[in-house]
């Protein structure tokens, strides 16, 4: 892969000096959004619900996050070792506490802090960018396969506990279907070593672009270490797949948790329900699901008789963890050269843009 390519996007991403249109505008739907449920809620029965709450119960929720961090680095240790790289714990805990830093403020999946993470791994510890990408998108697809699984029996679960309409159920599986569809072809293409990525560049005509074309070698080789892994390292897969596992686990201890901080005695189905809403916001293209949790989330609460502002505040509290746990990566930002401001523009849209015109400035040099 063209690593001059991978290093000048980093580098200019990071020295950007504005945001990207769909950053703005996402972020301008969110806040208005956000603004709305709150003047619903109501400021001072917000304030007394974040009383409930102590400097301890933030503490604790931090600590079930950080769970799920080192978990998110065992499985990339571990998929990095299949391969020939045995990096230290440590040194992969701060490169994935630098991506889920970046991918915290990235508008879509948080998927803002892969690149990074892949050229971070490529400079510093000399691992070529074709098994950089295998393994960070290995250990992120594989939590997403546990993930979304958990996604569609928790949906039958919580509609066959709680009277809904039909419909909303259907909405929910008619909206998930694309993803079931994703996962499917990823796992049908790489266990028949047809290669995943290149169908899905060749299915959308992504190959008539001249500055794809040049790394078609590349993506070749990405294919062949994803069919490799998935089909000759079957032990390293349990692994990865049973640590993806445990970390969503970590994800509903944490909202069973702070229910609990929040004097909420919720019912499974309503814990799985607001699990679920979570989930889903996760795929709204609005940078953190800004305003979307917490339209959910609140809702949640109002249709199983809950005060409107505990949810709302449960929002709160949530992103106020993930910003604690997006600290100690951001701390090492200058020792890598990275600036934060660069990192507010950094979308998917934007990776594909520069790509093209990053390739123009060379074919003309």
């Not at 892949?118 to 990408?133: A, V």
């Not at 790394?215 to 897969?237: C, Y």
């Not at 948790?257 to 795929?283: Q, R, Y």
């Not at 093209?356 to 003309?364: D, I, M, P, R």
Request: with cysteine; net charge positive; charged share 15%.
């Amino acid at each position: 892969m063209n690593s001059c390519f991978i290093r000048d996007y980093i580098s200019d991403c990071m020295s950007m000096k504005k945001i990207s249109p769909l950053t703005i505008i996402t972020i301008c739907f969110g806040a208005i959004l956000f603004l709305v449920v709150l003047n619903i809620v109501g400021f001072s029965k917000i304030i007394e619900a974040i009383k409930l709450l102590s400097f301890s119960n933030m503490l604790i929720l931090c600590a079930v996050f950080a769970v799920q961090l080192t978990l998110w680095t065992i499985s990339l240790k571990i998929i990095l070792a299949s391969f020939g790289y045995k990096l230290p714990f440590k040194t992969l805990a701060i490169l994935n506490s630098i991506k889920y830093t970046f991918s915290c403020i990235t508008p879509f999946l948080n998927t803002g802090g892969e690149p990074v993470q892949i050229y971070l791994l490529y400079k510093e510890y000399d691992i070529p960018l074709t098994k950089g990408t295998t393994a960070v998108f290995l250990e992120r697809m594989l939590r997403f396969t546990v993930s979304l699984s958990i996604v569609v029996l928790g949906i039958f679960y919580v509609f066959s506990k709680f009277t809904l309409p039909n419909n909303v159920v259907f909405v929910c599986l008619v909206s998930l279907l694309p993803w079931f569809l994703f996962v499917y072809i990823f796992y049908k293409k790489n266990l028949a070593g047809e290669g995943f990525i290149h169908f899905i560049l060749a299915l959308f005509g992504i190959f008539r672009f001249n500055f794809v074309k040049k790394i078609e070698d590349p993506i070749n080789k990405i294919d062949q270490d994803m069919s490799e892994f998935l089909t000759r390292h079957k032990k390293e897969l349990a692994s990865c797949l049973a640590l993806s596992f445990i970390s969503v686990l970590m994800e509903i201890v944490q909202i069973y948790l702070l229910l609990s901080f929040l004097h909420s005695s919720l019912t499974m189905p309503g814990i799985f329900l607001i699990f679920l809403i979570m989930k889903i916001a996760m795929f709204i293209p609005v940078p953190g699901a800004l305003g979307v949790l917490e339209t959910g989330i609140t809702g949640a609460f109002v249709i199983q008789n809950m005060a409107s502002s505990l949810g709302f505040v449960f929002t709160l509290v949530f992103r106020f963890v993930g910003l604690i746990l997006a600290i100690p990566g951001m701390l090492f930002f200058p020792y890598f050269g990275i600036k934060l401001r660069k990192a507010l523009s950094s979308d998917l849209s934007s990776i594909l843009e520069y790509a093209k015109n990053n390739l123009k400035k060379q074919n003309k040099k």
